[in-house]
């Protein structure tokens, strides 16, 4: 059977995927939106993405951190902190990048809870987002009892980067040989 060709456009049309839109319906058409905003700094591209970080999906908040957080302006950083408390995972670890890249020192505290976080992938973001943060004695000692966390990975990226950021290769991988080669 041959498809008239008259009928091609349409088909085409029809099999055309999700199209950026901040006002659909679909979630990730509205995360795609969000998306084509970077690099605008116009008041209604900013509010649009400050919005954007109330929608009920997870993947449209993540998409409107990831793209304010692109504008390295330290003053998102108010719109980072509470997210750090999001039921999402994903929230959670986006708005770990988002404090660690506008270097959001006041946000430690809420990046040190998720050290403890019950999501593995949480924990490996607050880690990463600490180590933003060389001069802070109380995510150093967080960081020494992530060398002891329960996951493998979390454990391991603690150790690295620790011993990155004391340039020490010779600490065994234990949350008590890092307490006693930073005190």
């Not at 957080?69 to 770990?96: D, G, S, T, W, Y």
């Not at 890249?101 to 880690?127: F, N, Q, T, W, Y």
């Amino acid at each position: 059977m041959r498809t008239p060709l008259w009928l091609l456009p349409l088909l085409l049309v029809a099999c055309s995927g999700p199209e950026p839109n901040v006002k659909s319906e679909d979630a990730y058409e509205r995360f795609l939106g969000l998306r084509e905003l970077e690099g605008r700094t116009d008041a209604d591209a900013i509010g649009q993405l400050v919005r954007s970080l109330e929608d009920p999906h997870y993947l449209v908040v993540v998409g409107a951190i990831d793209v304010l957080a692109a504008h390295n302006r330290p003053e998102f950083l108010q719109h980072f902190i509470p997210k750090l408390k999001h039921k999402h995972p994903m929230v959670r670890q986006a708005a770990c990048e988002a404090v660690a890249r506008v270097h959001g020192e006041e946000a430690v505290p809420g990046v040190i809870e998720l050290v403890k976080d019950p999501d593995a992938m949480v924990r490996r973001s607050a880690l990463k987002a600490l180590a933003q943060f060389p001069r802070r004695p109380d995510g150093l000692r967080a960081m020494v009892d992530a060398v002891g966390d329960k996951d493998p990975g979390v454990s391991y990226m603690a150790h690295r980067l620790l011993s990155e950021r004391t340039n020490r290769k010779d600490v065994k991988q234990s949350k008590e040989a890092w307490a006693e080669a930073v005190k």
